[in-house]
DNA sequence: CAAAATTAATCAAACGATTGATTGAGTTTG
DNA sequence: CAAACTCAATCAATCGTTTGATTAATTTTG
């Protein structure tokens, strides 16, 4: 049946995505793949042709649920001050239900050589980046925000400490004291957390006063 | 020759560094890193016992001259923020010097599964983000910063920040209008405005008058 | 409608290649 | 000469992939 088919394929994809972002591409094995989906072994081969194609089938069916969302937000009536909480309430939301997602895609984007699939993702990354970066622009220009912040370094601000928590697990679990895999966890107290951390972080540099000269 | 001994050695370590970093743990075979290294394939065990003994030699070269530094700037007679001050420029002074080690350690470490080698390597990365976070906390204690501040989260700005600049060179370098591998760049330009920005970024959370409340 | 032909899905088994590691014989060195 | 070093050859294990047989469902045919 088709619809069985499509379920079977989307369980292997599953499957792919939380262990290919658990032990990299290189790390994980087909045989593993196969085993913990339940399914045999040449049924990868049979549905996505190789384990690349897998890697890539998993890629394309996260990509495509990825786009537009942050900016909605960006052109509501609303003050920058506003616009920013709701940006980081909305993205630390959704990178915390795709977080085994992130993390392959940050692997992927740390590799130096520029391929189609780094340009994908690239482009699409930069959406979300560029959409803050806009609202601290207006923020600035509209006089809400400090006229000579660096707006560039504050989105890598945001973008990485996002990832660091999310992608150095261990670390960050042995720093928070939880296993941060734990989804109650992350749910009831790590998001509400870093949403109020990155919300005094930036309204700190960006709305306080300060003797900003050095 | 003793000398020859260590040199050889050392030139290994210098190749399997750069392979290791740009393949990753799994992606690099001991055939190539030899191979590269105009060294016989058995001269990897027999120096350094094993793969993983030669990732973790690889490793612990790096981290041991700077793992003393942070420790010796925490010990200074200073104030809190004058030992942050330092330990920003020392640490970007030095990141930005060894980036391609620093994107071995984030591939590395953003793999899941808890095996030896993760587990050593959090260790010695944790006597960094410990170093930070002891003249936080210190700082919070002598009532320099904030009491309510969030050390830990803190910690993952730092690193996170210095991680995405460094590991997701596309966008970084859409972002900054430059590529930020060029070494001039990053010498001249990139590395005294990350220093002017972290401290200026912890400054504001740590020090400034701000309502804290919500 | 029933028999035959076709197709897709699934499986165990095995493929050649490559992996990290070891061996034992040979060479260099102090 | 003994110890340290170097090497080609080889090890068992695992890798991604392919194969050929089997099943079940679908379509075509008489």
Redesign the interface.
């Known amino acids: 049946m088709d619809k069985d088919k499509i379920d079977k394929k989307d369980h292997i994809l599953d499957v792919a995505e939380r262990v290919f972002?658990?032990?990299?591409?290189?790390?994980a094995s087909t045989r593993m793949i196969s085993g913990e989906a339940g399914v045999n072994m040449a049924m990868l081969n049979y549905y996505f042709g190789s384990k690349e194609g897998l890697f890539l089938a998993v890629f394309e069916r996260k990509i495509s649920s990825f786009q537009t969302l942050l900016q909605n937000i960006g052109n509501e009536g609303i003050s920058s001050w506003d616009k920013l909480e709701k940006c980081i309430d909305n993205y630390v939301d959704r990178i915390i239900v795709n977080n085994c997602f992130q993390?392959l895609i940050?692997?992927e984007?740390?590799i130096?050589k520029?391929t189609d699939l780094?340009?994908k993702?690239?482009k699409i990354?930069?959406i979300n980046?560029l959409e803050f970066?806009k609202i601290f622009d207006e923020g600035v220009k509209s006089g809400s925000f400090h006229k000579d912040i660096?707006t560039?370094?504050?989105?890598?601000?945001i973008?990485?400490?996002?990832?660091?928590?999310i992608?150095?697990?261990?670390?960050?679990s042995?720093?928070?004291g939880h296993d941060i895999?734990d989804e109650k966890f992350l749910e009831e107290k790590l998001k509400p957390?870093?949403k109020?951390?990155m919300?005094?972080?930036l309204?700190?540099?960006l709305m306080?006063?300060?003797d900003?000269t050095?």
Chains 1, 2 share one sequence.
């Open positions: 972002s658990d032990l990299g591409f290189d790390g993390k940050n692997r984007m740390s130096s520029h780094t340009d993702i690239t990354l930069m980046v970066k660096d560039q370094l504050l989105t890598a601000t973008f990485g400490t996002k990832n660091y928590i992608n150095a697990p261990h670390i960050s042995l720093m928070l895999r957390r870093i109020k951390y919300k005094r972080l309204k700190a540099y306080n006063d300060n900003n050095n």
